[in-house]
């Protein structure tokens, strides 16, 4: 598997903005080979965003990163942060847990 890691510090008052512009994007379809995205907060700093976004292999990232709708989305992600963000492409070498839940998703909990 191979992805990216993506660090960033979102604009005062717009981390709700970049959470329902994130939920609101369309999932590249499967035969893409995009596996997952997800976004989380630091704790020592709320607006600083990580987000984390796997492929297949390094091929499928490559083909997606030079897709003229992936340079859409990312000039549209633009409007909400301070400045470009830190890219960290990555080899995955292990993976441990389940893949995430809707709630998990969604910052609510099971059953509420």
């Given at each position: 598997?191979?992805?990216?890691?993506?660090?960033?510090?979102?604009?005062?008052?717009?981390?709700?903005?970049?959470?329902?512009?994130?939920?609101?994007?369309?999932?590249?379809?499967?035969?893409?080979?995009?596996?997952?995205?997800?976004?989380?907060v630091?704790?020592?700093?709320?607006?600083?965003?990580?987000?984390?976004?796997r492929?297949?292999?390094?091929?499928?990232?490559?083909?997606?990163?030079?897709?003229?709708?992936?340079?859409?989305?990312?000039?549209q992600?633009?409007?909400?942060?301070?400045?470009?963000?830190?890219?960290?492409?990555?080899?995955?070498?292990?993976?441990?847990?389940?893949?995430?839940?809707?709630?998990?998703?969604?910052?609510?909990?099971?059953?509420?």
């Open positions: 598997m191979y992805g990216t890691i993506m660090r960033a510090k979102v604009k005062a008052g717009q981390l709700d903005a970049f959470r329902k512009y994130s939920q609101a994007q369309a999932t590249p379809d499967n035969a893409s080979g995009w596996v997952s995205s997800e976004f989380a630091e704790d020592k700093d709320p607006n600083r965003i990580v987000g984390i976004i492929f297949k292999d390094k091929e499928s990232y490559v083909k997606n990163a030079n897709a003229p709708q992936t340079n859409d989305n990312y000039d992600m633009l409007k909400f942060l301070e400045g470009p963000p830190e890219w960290i492409d990555v080899t995955y070498v292990a993976f441990q847990g389940e893949p995430l839940k809707e709630y998990m998703m969604t910052g609510s909990t099971p059953g509420a």
